[in-house]
DNA sequence: ACCTGAACACCGTTCAAGT
DNA sequence: ACCTGAACACCGTTCAAGT
């Protein structure tokens, strides 16, 4: 307590701002006051600085928004690593995928604005690509065709989050370079999108047909449902003969 | 054009302001401009007049998106009701459910920022209800149990918009007398959730269990994508035999 | 290199005032 | 009854300035 430590204290009165302790601290604040209460002000002072400070580190709030998606997405990549590998074999594909699916919706379930902030905007992060492309990998060892594996993605992708939009209907084109450069760490994904853009080169939409995908989706749904209608109506009339 | 015409004009330069008026040109200026663009002064200049006068005709912003939430399902309605009424056999159910989920969506692509208003604010109006109200009328007409109607409302609702959520996740319990008012304009959704209510009455999570809910969705789509995974496979080993 | 303060152009909204 | 103008408390962001 002499006049040393004191001396200590002022000149370095808290850790350093980086990157980093900005999007933790963005994170943290939504999570307990709500996606709204994330304003640059709130924020600086959840930090113990100006508002104009932030600025050094980050170019703007939007660049805040993308790296706190990040940091969600890289919290789901642990997630499934400690799960452990979920290969499996191709009757197996099913139970990997729900896995992971549901393994993604614990922690946006702790991060309630991100599903919000990620198709609001549309947010691209290397931690989300690699995310599907686990997936892909996993129904791509199962023997399922590019083709079924895009559309299921489609349907599966807009329950969690809408990022398969992103990766595909809004670049009319697939982007100059960023395919080559995707395959070094999605090289599943890097793979369907190649033979997806190339099978179906002149549709109207551009890479993907929307409407396709989402009829795609919700026949699927429909045949479920007629299914367990099905079921119902059997059970109903002779629960006996089972 | 003589000084009388002149006189009338600028007596009566503008038709009067209204709730209508305020809500449709909202909508419009939504539709070309973007959400975002929705801002009182800016839609205060749309209709010729200063910011200020809007908040005679509506209380405030949100009551303006709740206001054209409930316009995009009145044109909902009109686009389902030009469709003719879409009764069917047991049999049929999914062909007319999946022709007013098609209607829905054509009139949500005329109006973008539609499904982000009522997923971001929890607008529930009365068209959303009798909208979602036609649906269970017609799967109940094909036999099915509220409990699978109510599953599935669910699924194929979080498709769409997020309806269904609001008109029960949120409130821990039945809403006092609402359920008994909605018994007249919407008495198919009313039985069911009723019957929903009553069999599950202790449900941790309160309404419905949103865990449950998500997993049903999850699962009708890994059936059938796994029954099109059967089917290339099979396609692959012998299109012959077919 | 890192942080700050004042200022700008926006927002939704309140409130007292006009006709 | 219907509309307005000034003002308030916010927002993200620019810019020149401090250390």
């Keep these: 307590m002499g006049p040393k430590a004191a001396e200590t204290r002022t000149s370095a009165p808290r850790t350093p701002l980086t990157r980093e302790r900005v999007l933790r601290a963005a994170s943290d604040l939504a999570d307990r006051d709500g996606l709204d209460a994330l304003t640059m002000r709130a924020l600086a002072d959840e930090l113990g600085v100006e508002a104009m400070s932030i600025y050094y580190h980050l170019p703007n709030k939007n660049a805040i928004l993308d790296g706190v998606v990040e940091l969600t997405f890289a919290e789901i990549a642990a997630e499934a690593a400690a799960q452990g590998p979920a290969r499996a074999d191709a009757a197996g594909w099913s139970a990997a995928v729900r896995a992971r699916i549901l393994g993604a919706r614990r922690v946006l379930l702790r991060h309630p604005w991100a599903p919000v902030v990620i198709d609001q905007r549309k947010s691209f992060s290397p931690a989300m690509v690699r995310h599907v492309d686990g997936i892909v990998g996993v129904m791509r060892d199962s023997g399922m065709s590019h083709d079924l594996i895009h559309h299921s993605l489609h349907a599966i992708g807009n329950r969690v989050y809408g990022y398969v939009q992103e990766l595909s209907d809004d670049g009319q084109a697939p982007p100059p370079g960023q395919l080559e450069q995707m395959q ?27 409407q396709t995908e989402f009829e795609f989706g919700l026949d699927l749904l429909l045949e479920g449902i007629e299914r367990r209608r099905l079921a119902e109506a059997a059970e109903r009339s002779g629960p006996a003969d089972r």
Tied chains: 1, 2.
Excluded: I, K
């Excluded at 070094?184 to 929307?210: K, N, Q, R, Y």
């Design 184 to 210: 070094s760490f999605a090289p599943h994904l890097a793979a369907m999108l190649a033979e997806v853009a190339h099978v179906d080169p002149e549709s109207t939409l551009g890479w993907c047909d929307d």
